[in-house]
């Protein structure tokens, strides 16, 4: 567990500042539906990133802990748990109809360019990232009275999450509704007939010898919808042993002891997918890229300018100092 707390840091902690680093960039952007719409997955992915810190390296403190009632480690991952748990459901929630949309707006502008202009815009797209903000806090509302702490001040499962009904109804199939089956069959279908339609126009752009201004931009656009489908498609990769355990926990309880150690992995293998997106984005998009440069660079140089600001300061201070003490030893052998 040492190891895995250890990878849990080693990830997180840069990926969260990889994911806020790429909503800023397209907060930046913002020029078309597509960049509003990886914005809005790169703060999703932050609040997964940042609750997962919250949880896991104290979850495995606390283990190592002799007296965890008295031990404020532990305290502290009791307290925080009833916070992040929840909102690190509502991120995955998230991240997994913000995935949709991105894949609804890629099939939009192979099929439909002309209309894209008026179907899929950024302010249409910011209102879709509200609107699956909002839908994801309902859907995970009842994550928060899951879980409560007991006189001991111990986390310790709520009666809601005990009761039967609420555990078929809710975790399991609203889970596989809502979670699995519709998002995962909206990006699968799309996405393959989108890889479709790009292969014929990448065959259908070999053939053609003469490049314009408009070529240019058909090879962008190309570009971005490839690198949609490769962050969708490691996306649903990654988030398919979470979707077997959510599976084991409702169907097969008699394995949850046995296989307890599957959790903690499959956490961090979403972890990873949220930090490497940034990666994905870089690799992809030409523009990204040279605005990740010139925000670092910017920092950068911001930097080094305050720094020979405040050296030029403390010299002319000192030059200052140097220059009155002789002024006042002359004055007083005047006197």
Known sequence: MNGLTNAYLQICIPGVAAAALSA????????????????????????????????YPAMNACQNEPDPTNSRVCHFFWRSTLIAYPLSLIAQAGSVWTCVAITFDRFIAVFFPIKKRVWATPHTSTYIICGVAFFSVLFKLPAFFEITLNEYGQITPSSLRLDAT???????????????????????????????????????????????????????????????????????????????????????????????????LSTLLVCVNSASNILIYCWFNRQFRRSVFRLCSSAAYKRRASEYIRASKESKVRTSDSAIVPSRSVKHSII
Not at 30 to 39: A, F, G, K, N, W
């Open 166 to 264: 609420y555990q078929l109804v809710y975790m399991t199939y609203m889970y596989l509704i809502f979670i699995l089956l519709i998002p995962w069959t909206v990006i699968i279908v799309l996405n393959g007939i989108v890889i479709q339609k790009v292969r014929e126009a990448y065959r259908t752009h070999k053939r053609l010898t003469q490049r314009n201004t408009r070529g240019r931009r058909d090879t962008d656009e190309r570009k971005m919808t490839v690198m949609t489908i490769v962050m969708t498609g490691i996306f649903v990769l990654c988030n398919i042993p979470p979707a077997i355990n959510n599976i084991i926990e409702s169907y097969a309880p008699q394995y949850r002891d046995r296989y307890r150690h599957r959790i903690p």
């Open 24 to 55: 800023v960039v397209f907060a930046r952007m913002r020029h078309s539906s597509l960049e509003v719409l990886l914005c809005g997955l790169s703060l999703f992915d932050v609040l997964v990133l940042s609750s997962t810190l919250l949880i």
